[in-house]
């Protein structure tokens, strides 16, 4: 009867750990990312950091692609204490953008004048990169430092794995007790 049980309660685990962290592929989703600038030279170096976020339903993880703001891209950036969004991009409505090789983030194309530019050239701004660069006068750019991208794990597959891992040591626990009596 004990082992049923404990069948049991190991199932419903299983089911609940699998159920949280699989995601169909149908599905949209809100992806979230966090970059942090490292800028190194220049009049103002350190790490400054912000977040964007996009909906993922027309990416078809094939080849070069980009969202922006028409595919829900958010973008939020701290910059020496001034907070920044897209709507910000000197080219809101069709920038800034986020690129992706594969599926894979290549980074933002994100230009705000006469401070900042976050993305792989100046000269193409149709690919969202790693390098961040001052603008000095709309058009002089200096590169200053780089750019790193983490992405933000959704909350749903985190409690999945919290709740799959307490089951399992709760399990461990009850196993241990039952050696220790019998």
Known sequence: MKLAKNLGIATVAAAMSIA???AKPVQAALVNYGF???ATSGDNPGQYFGSFQYDDST???TGLETLGVENGLA???NYLGTNYTEADDIDF???PIASFNNGEVLGLSYFVADQFLIGSDP???DVGGNKFYLIDQSVNTTEVGTVSYTKVPEPLAVGGTAIAGVMGLWMQRKKRATKVVG
């Open 59 to 61: 990416l078809t993880n």
């Open 93 to 95: 409505d069709s920038f």
């Open 36 to 38: 942090t600038v490292n």
């Open 20 to 22: 949280a962290m699989s």
């Open 75 to 77: 973008v939020a950036f």
């Open 123 to 125: 000269n193409i701004p």
